[in-house]
């Protein structure tokens, strides 16, 4: 099907999901609930709720306790509703959402569902939602806790990956974008605190489970073990309470297998040609088929046999596999001996298609696999000693462990590019990026295992495949102890302090191997070159215009011994590439909860401040000029280096109330990110160009280092937030019963929708530099592996040591608009109808030390639109979504699992769900449902310089289709 089509079928299901919309709108008259209790006016009956630091026992005026309990939720408009009043009656400026039922919460995911929430944004990663941006800052520059305690991340820094929580696991995830000094783990961006079924907090037992069957429009792209274009989601929860409402259990299981297809190219950069145009180096080309399997499992244990303590234990267990098999070709163009003949189309400077001759392609056979493990422990006493004073001790640990194994192996028509046959193949760019290939060659004959390229030359072996094989354990332990004193009269309605503690580890470590054919050295003459190998006609890149080639199983070749690894005898990565980080923070906090009246006008929120105190040590491999009893060029030596440094973190948050529907928010907070941990590495590598043997200028020349830093700061920032919200009367509210009705918050606020207008600016200071540069004498290193002859031609012994450093400065800023409604508001006929349309423009500028060139924040995009248009009525759901943003620098896996930045290009993203509940009879209680996702089909494409044609990554993943059906015990 070409691409006009699919469109226009995707375009076709979200059209069809409405046209049953309107039918049954049209067939039914609008029902309205029943005894639902007025709104109230926020000030007095939200006064002590304290949704923006996930609390849910606090005190009112009178000392009593009062419970803001989530509502009885059927279907997404209550999912709505329930959000909008966790963000209402938040004493700080939040955005929330929340479940549709016991274990569904409205998304594909967890980072899907946060994706269309106000000021954020989705980055997607191997055709998956994973990593969140917030006003525009990168995951880095953000935090992530369950039920308030800070998570690890299974990554090589602190970006956590939210494809790795199971969204059955949650009742709300309220986002935090200001923070509070009692907010223990917050961000620099912001906050995300994922919130887990607390029992006691339902009005009686629950139980659900969710069975999804999945697949990808693509087709499977790559054959292998593991990997399917089909998959499933099976799910469960159960909740329920004993002993007259004091002991509650919360059980749940997710297992999934899940499916991703990926088109995948990856040119090598381009190159100027003798016209002075630019012209593509070298493209990688892959055919991926990709299957993440996860076993997750969530138990809480909640205890209150009296009302003076609550008792909480939360475990939360993920053990999650992935595997990618990729099949397809290299081609080495500019880059390499092959030839660009004349007679290329070029269009403004760039060869739009053209002719490569004497290319010797690299035929690929690779696999890739994550194996992870993420465990969460978390232990709430809460003690209330009178009317007055409470108390509440708090201890979590997060681990996360993590194995990769990324394995290249390579076939050929023969050892290097003086043997074999080589091709003639021509190139054609599309006006999507992606550049179609013609090779002339049948690569289902004559092929063998070998080094085309001669890769593994330099390092005196016949290179026929390689093996990163990294590893990391990543561990947070925290205790905080907080006190809280309710005050029965006067502006403030209780002071809090407290203290916490956390230690963090996190380790790296990699093994890399050459992949050989028996082992043996070219120099000593025993490298075997070529080797038969049996394998299966595949067809992996025919959506690239490349023909079939042979395919088979690398780890059949391993364990026949024909491909032997061979430790490498250097690394692949800029640094030695072990490493440890170690973190102590001590945070003392005291903060003031605001609640009284000026004039006629209600005053919430808090004041306070935070202290950091932290000690950090990191350890790694320094190297220094080799001795002559070693014989190396250089000898790596254990490296560390530690510091220790105070922050202090005050923040206020006002909220204004006009009437019962009008609130204005403002917030002023100092806030922090600590720098990354893969470049608060100790290590310092030394590296020789031979290709800048000659070269005097100490900016390009010969030498060149690299190091990480163990005394880097935190990237500091003054946060300003304001935001005026409106809130709607009218609406059905929520869909309560009656035990809700005079027991829960939230059901009496009521729903109807809101406007909101805001707008923030971020100050940065402190801000990490990942390359300040610095001239080096390496005298000390010489000869450093040259010959005589190579030494008198060196043209000097200056070079750049490059390494993070804290030299920058800069800003963000924007506004944000969101509009909230059911349509009942405007015409009663309606109800049912709704829609959220939220739109983002956020701008920053961030310079460094000695370059007054401003450059963008990381992950930034100056425009993120959301629009969901939705229909519910009598069991009848229907919704369908547009995300946008603009393009923004973001981060991609590059070599040996470590990151890079590059320019990651916009768009659009379409996705469509319907579903049917049974509200009677024997089906009572089933829930049916359809859904799509990317029904665009949006293409992730990368590039350099600014410029969209030079691309640097292309994939395509295919529409995803889910059906499910999801049971309520009723």
Known sequence: ?????????????????????????????????????????????????????????????????????????????????????LKRNANGIVEAVSAEQVGKLPGVSIADSLGRLPGLAVQTVSGRPQVLTIHGLGPDLSTALVNGGQQVSTSNNRDVQFDQYPSS???????????????????????????????????GPEAAVNAHYIWDGMGQLADGPNVSDKGYNLNGVWVHQFADHTLG???????????????????????????????????????ISDSMKRRGVLATVQWQPNEHYTGTIDLTYDNFKEVQQAKGMEFPLFYSSAQLQPGSVVQNGFDDSGTYTNVKPVIRNDFNSTSARVYNLNWDNKFTINEDWSVDLDGNYSRATRRDINLESYSGTGFTTANGATDTIGFDQHSNGLTYFSPSLDYTQGVVLTDPQGWGGGNDVVQ????????????????????????????????????????????????????????????????VETAPFTGNTCDPLSWAGVGQQLCYNPFDLIASGTLVAVPTFGSSLDLPPNWKVREKVLTPYVQLNLDTYLGGVSLRGNVGVQAQHTSQTASGEQALPGTPSSGNAVDLVPVSGSTSYNKYLPSANLIFGFGDNDDLRVSAARTLARARMDQMNASVAVTGNVNNLTVTDPNQSYFS????????????????????????????????????????????????????????????????????????????????????????QLGTTLGTNTGPENDGRGYVKGAQLTLNLPFNVIAQPLDGFGMILTGNRTKSSVVYAGNPEPLTVPGLSKWVANATLYYQHQGFEARVSDDYRSSFLGEVSGISASRIEQTIKGGSTYDAQVSYTFGSGAFKGLTLIAQGSNLSNKSFVTYQNNDPRQVLTWESYGRRYDVAVSYKFQ
Not at 31 to 40: C, E, H, I, M, R
Not at 263 to 279: C, S, V
Not at 477 to 483: G, I
Not at 492 to 518: C, M, P
């Open 1 to 85: 099907m070409k691409q006009p089509e699919r469109n226009l079928l995707a375009v076709a299901i979200a059209t069809a999901c409405f046209g049953l919309c309107s039918t049954a709108a049209a067939a039914t008259a609008p029902v309205t609930a029943q005894g639902l209790a007025p709104a109230q006016d926020q000030a007095q009956n939200q006064s002590a709720d304290q949704a923006d630091n996930g609390k849910t026992n606090q005190k009112t005026r009178q000392g009593k306790t009062k419970t803001l309990q989530a509502v009885e939720v059927s279907g997404f408009v209550s999912s709505i509703e329930n959000s909008t009043a």
């Open 169 to 203: 696991w949650f009742d709300n995830v309220v986002v935090h974008m200001s923070p509070s000094a009692d907010l223990i783990g917050q961000g620099l961006a912001g906050t995300v605190d994922m919130h887990t079924i607390r029992p006691l907090e339902k009005s």
């Open 249 to 287: 259990v919360t059980l749940g299981v997710d297992l999934e297998n899940n499916p991703s297809q990926i088109q995948h190219e990856g040119p090598w950069g381009y190159a100027t040609d003798a016209d002075g145009n630019l012209a593509i180096g070298g493209s990688k080309n892959y055919g």
């Open 464 to 527: 026929a495949g390689f093996i990163n094989a990294p590893h990391t354990v990543d561990y947070l332990a925290n205790l905080r102890l907080a006190v809280e004193r309710s005050f029965g009269s006067g502006p403030f309605s209780s002071i809090e302090f407290g203290v916490a503690h956390s230690t963090r580890n996190k380790t790296y470590h990699i093994d890399q191997d050459f992949l050989t054919l028996g082992g043996g050295t070219i120099s000593g003459g025993n490298a």
């Open 705 to 792: 280092a690299k190091h990480g830093n163990p005394t880097l700061k935190p990237t500091m920032a003054d946060n300003y937030n304001v935001s005026y919200e409106h809130y709607f009367s009218g609406g059905n509210g929520f869909e309560c019963n009656n035990a809700d009705q005079k027991n829960s918050d939230l059901c009496r606020s009521g729903g109807g929708g809101y406007f909101s207008v805001s707008g923030y600016f971020i100050k940065l200071k402190d801000y990490i530099n990942p390359n300040r540069a610095e001239l080096y004498d390496f005298s000390a290193y010489l000869p450093f592996g040259l010959t005589p002859a190579q030494l008198s």
